[in-house]
């Protein structure tokens, strides 16, 4: 044996707690079994004398803390509010709860943040000068249709009623590093705004504004729509259609512009996005919502086009989304579908980023190849295609994986899609057919789609079912379409508020649920009457089914697609797990709750209190709409010192019954001049943002 001698440092030397334990002697001789040298303790140092009995050359190992799982993500930014963006990150502090994180950090560690992309957000302007977004404003993306200037600021009135558009761009282009509100997702990227909302809209300003600048222009995010009440079925006008048309073989040097659209957030009302034409188009990217807790939220409609999903806020307990706001402020707030599409927006970004030449199409395979199932797996209705593909109404293809798009994206591995086809199949001989209450019309619709001719399509991507149907009571229509590999397709679903008698006329039910499919076979649709109104009647005048598709199978589709577990690791050590067994429609879970939680954020509390005055006065307008609604017998008791409370299934009714304000000229309510100047003569298009209409829902709940 040979002796030698080691000197340490004393580890005993330490008056902190967490070492008192060691100052014992007794441990100190169980843990080191060595004789002490006296002599050493002047600079708290040991001579050990050690008879070796082997030896062993030590390498160093790389060990990372099991901590809580954020502690890699938290310190990223200098940003104040960049750990409230919980979409943005893994912030769980245990691997056993899910996962909310749309992937983005591992895309900028590859240093992919959006550069050289531009982005501009159709809305009500853009407030350019503030801090967070001023470094990544571009002028040449940017116009006002309202006033007709390039100035796209927005107009500042007491309420900041204008503050949508300022909200979805810093989704998309916050700066980073900069300490002021949050991160965008493309946080390097280019970003102007559109003022179009502010005012009349027309076909021509939305055309303009869709067409805007398609060279120079990439990315066109748009958080709004027609009015989501239920009842409206309205797309593009004619000018609007040849802009998306023009934008798409036009845009980008040909390679096509790309249009992001917020699905709607009429689900309350029991609206169907699949009335809607602009989330219905084949040109747009249509995305709903997720909740903080994996669900289908409460304002988000279900239609056969939504292509994909992005986070945004929930039930009323649940964290929103931060962006920038008006007068320099930020804010957490953010809601509804219309924080979806931005945040989809700026990942598309980051896609354009690591390969510009991707087309508008090969977006579209991409949006659908990475979409995530299993986050969302337990919400019902989910089914798998004959391509093998999970889809929900809900949700489209799942929940964006910013990582796995990009991946996927890289020139290196992609492979740009094939030519695009178009198959048109339609029955010349056709009859309308008649149809009435509790009745149901099959047409079965044999097709080769257009084999052995220059369109010829047997990899499908949108199908396109466009009718005309006169009907008594439109919303009680509902109409599927089950494909040849035998998926069954809602094109659209029961409307209880759509009284209208006026049907469809041309109109294109679009969907993407058979993606992938090969369309020769038989096409069954079914359109049917259930709702035992005996006085409904109507016909199916004339249809004709349109394929979209290619004649050849594009090449990431030649092997199947692999869900794995989107719960496993963290950002980009994320691992594989063998998935639980697929249920189809599994009992989603009940996310209630009896009251909001009041979040403290960053806005002015001016903005706060603003907030509230309107909410409390559109509360007693509602209530005085009630009043008239109801029978004097039927209408809710009070005293005079209680507040009268609507009863929640009535909430819609009084609120439609203000759209026609004029009946409340004779109410005593001071309130009348006010709410026609700030409600009813604002723009006709609503903005996707459901905070107003959730601040009366929680006012009118609080004493249930």
């Given at each position: ?252 040097n040909g390679k096509g512009s790309i249009f992001v659209w917020a699905s709607g957030n009429g689900g309350r009302q029991g609206d169907n996005c699949d009335c809607d034409g602009y989330t219905d188009s084949i040109y747009t990217i249509s995305i709903s919502s997720a909740s903080q807790q994996g669900l289908s939220p409460w304002y988000a409609e279900k239609c056969s086009s939504t292509l994909a999903t992005a986070y ?393």
């Amino acid at each position: 044996m040979q002796a030698f001698t080691l000197k340490m440092f004393d580890p005993f030397n330490t008056s902190g707690s967490d070492f008192k334990f060691l100052s014992k002697p007794e441990t100190r001789k169980q843990l080191f079994p060595f004789k002490q040298s006296k002599k050493s303790n002047r600079f708290g140092m040991y001579i050990l004398y050690l008879h070796l009995r082997a030896c062993e050359q030590q390498y160093e190992k790389k060990r990372t803390k099991r901590s809580a799982l954020r502690d890699s993500a938290e310190n990223l930014f200098n940003d104040p509010m960049w750990n409230q963006q919980w979409y943005l990150q893994d912030t769980r502090v245990t691997p056993s709860l899910p996962k909310l994180d749309l992937h983005v950090i591992p895309v900028w560690q590859k240093g992919i943040t959006g550069k050289s992309v531009v982005i501009t957000v159709l809305d009500d302007g853009l407030e350019w000068n503030h801090t967070d977004i001023y470094t990544n404003y571009d002028p040449e993306a940017s116009y006002d249709f309202n006033d007709n200037d390039h100035d796209p600021f927005p107009r500042y009135d007491p309420t900041n009623e204008n503050k949508h558009g300022t909200r979805c761009a810093g989704e998309i282009a916050m700066q980073a590093n900069n300490k002021k509100c949050g991160v965008g997702v493309a946080y390097n990227s280019r970003v102007g705004g559109i003022r179009m909302l502010d005012g009349i809209v027309t076909d021509a300003i939305e055309a303009s504004s869709i067409g805007f600048n398609p060279e120079h222009v990439d990315i066109y995010s748009a958080s709004w729509g027609p009015n989501d009440d239920g009842k409206t079925v309205e797309g593009p006008g004619r000018l609007a259609q040849k802009a998306f048309e023009y934008g798409i073989k036009q845009g980008r040097n040909g390679k096509g512009s790309i249009f992001v659209w917020a699905s709607g957030n009429g689900g309350r009302q029991g609206d169907n996005c699949d009335c809607d034409g602009y989330t219905d188009s084949i040109y747009t990217i249509s995305i709903s919502s997720a909740s903080q807790q994996g669900l289908s939220p409460w304002y988000a409609e279900k239609c056969s086009s939504t292509l994909a999903t992005a986070y945004s806020s929930g039930d009323y307990t649940d964290q929103r989304i931060t962006s920038a706001d008006l007068h320099n402020e930020c804010t957490e707030t953010h809601t509804g579908t219309s924080a979806s599409a931005p945040l989809a927006a700026g990942i598309f970004a980051l896609a354009l980023d690591a390969n510009p030449n991707l087309t508008w199409r090969d977006m579209q395979h991409l949006v659908v190849w990475t979409s995530e199932y299993d986050p969302l797996a337990n919400n019902p209705g989910w089914k798998k295609n004959g391509a093998g593909l999970m889809v929900n109404s809900r949700f489209g293809f799942g929940l964006l994986n910013a990582k796995a798009l990009v991946d996927l994206a890289d020139p290196k591995i992609w492979k740009g899609v094939p030519e695009k086809k178009e198959c048109i199949v339609k029955d010349n001989s056709f009859e309308p057919r008649l149809l009435r209450a509790n009745g149901e019309v099959t047409i079965e619709i044999p097709t080769k789609a257009c084999e052995g001719q220059e369109n010829s399509v047997t990899s499908l991507e949108h199908v396109q079912f466009e009718a005309t149907i006169e009907y008594s009571r439109r919303g009680d229509l509902h109409v599927t379409l089950t494909s040849p590999s035998g998926t069954n397709t809602v094109l659209l679903a029961e409307r209880e508020r759509d009284k209208s008698p006026n049907g469809f006329k041309n109109w294109d039910f679009m969907s993407v649920h058979t993606w992938g499919e090969n369309p020769k076979g038989i096409w069954t649709l079914r359109i049917t009457d259930v709702s035992r109104r005996m006085q409904n009647e109507g016909r199916i005048v004339n249809w004709k089914l349109i394929l979209h598709g290619t004649s050849t199978q594009p090449e990431h589709m030649k092997q199947p697609r692999v869900y794995t577990s989107y719960n496993a690791v963290q950002n980009d050590r994320r691992g594989v797990e063998k998935m639980a067994d697929f249920v189809e429609d599994p009992t989603t879970q009940e996310n209630l709750s009896a009251k909001p939680k009041v979040t403290e954020g960053t806005s002015s509390s001016t903005d706060k209190m603003g907030d509230k005055i309107l909410s409390e006065a559109m509360l007693r307008l509602l209530q005085s709409a009630f009043s008239r609604h109801m029978a004097q017998n039927r209408a809710p008791k009070k005293t005079p010192n209680e507040k009268l409370n609507i009863p929640y299934e009535h909430f819609y009714q009084a609120l439609e019954k203000l759209n026609k304000p004029s009946q409340l000229k004779d109410s005593e309510d001071t309130l009348y001049s006010d709410y026609i100047d700030l409600f009813y003569n604002a723009k006709p298009y609503k903005h996707r943002d459901d905070r107003l209409l959730q601040a009366l829902v929680d006012i009118l709940n609080e004493d249930n």
